[in-house]
Antibody, heavy 116, light 112 residues
Framework: EVQLVESGGGLVQPGGSLRLSCAAS????????MTWVRQAPGKGLEWVGN????????NYVDSVKGRFIISRDNAKNSLYLQMNSLRAEDTAVYYC?????????WGQGTLVTVSS | DIVMTQTPLSLSVTPGQPASISCKSS???????????LYWYLQKPGQPPQLLIY???NRFSGVPDRFSGSGSGTDFTLKISRVEAEDVGVYYC?????????FGQGTKLEIK
């Protein structure tokens, strides 16, 4: 059974940093692009960025470029999202998903709240 | 960036009746490889989104055949032939033809 489990969310002050993790199981993680999608409270979905199987290619939405970094550890079947210089508008549930151009498997999400 | 515009933003449907959602993109979603990377997702209350349709018209594994997708270029449609109570939630179209990948605003389906 495919499982994606996000962790690391919480309350952080504006300007702070947070690192999210996504633990994958039930599929061959090392051969899969992976993606992060976020959803602000009561709002729609926003794609954040993705990472190639070996980590050699990454793409980001403009609003997080230079602040967020996606990485992965294939030996640990884990995906990460390092979020720096956080802003109130980054408050959202963050989902990881397998990325085959479509997102077929999603985690349950982890909530990040940026507030003083 | 490609802007995805869905209409309507909400609809209320009697069980057993059909429903249709339109999604228009600001640019053609036809990729140079000949594929059109347009997808439909449903987010049920309290759950992550789930994939319904990939590449315009292909139902994902386990998706009931009452769901169908169509369209080309910049105009796409998701149809539900006979709405059931379990279909409530927010429907999103999404394009992956060009980075950044972008979603429509979502269409909330309610049951009358």
């Amino acid at each position: 059974e495919v499982q994606l489990v996000e962790s690391g969310g919480g309350l952080v002050q504006p300007g702070g940093s947070l690192r999210l993790s996504c633990a994958a199981s039930g599929f061959t993680f090392s051969t899969s692009w992976m993606t992060w999608v976020r959803q602000a409270p009561g709002k729609g979905l926003e794609w954040v960025g993705n990472i190639k199987q070996d980590g050699s290619d990454k793409n980001y939405v403009d609003s997080v470029k230079g602040r967020f970094i996606i990485s992965r550890d294939n030996a640990k079947n884990s995906l990460y999202l390092q979020m720096n210089s956080l802003r109130a508008e980054d408050t959202a549930v963050y989902y990881c998903a397998r990325d085959f151009t479509y997102f077929d498997y999603w985690g349950q999400g982890t909530l990040v709240t940026v507030s003083s | 960036d490609i802007v995805m515009t869905q209409t309507p933003l909400s609809l209320s449907v009697t069980p057993g009746q059909p429903a249709s959602i339109s999604c228009k993109s600001s640019q053609s979603l036809l990729h140079r490889d000949g594929k059109t990377y347009l997808y439909w997702y449903l987010q049920k209350p309290g759950q992550p989104p789930q994939l319904l349709i990939y590449e315009v018209s292909n139902r994902f594994s386990g998706v009931p055949d009452r769901f169908s997708g169509s369209g080309s270029g910049t105009d796409f449609t998701l149809k539900i032939s006979r709405v059931e109570a379990e279909d409530v939630g927010v429907y999103y179209c999404k394009q992956s033809t060009q980075h950044p990948k972008t979603f429509g605003q979502g269409t909330k389906l309610e049951i009358k």
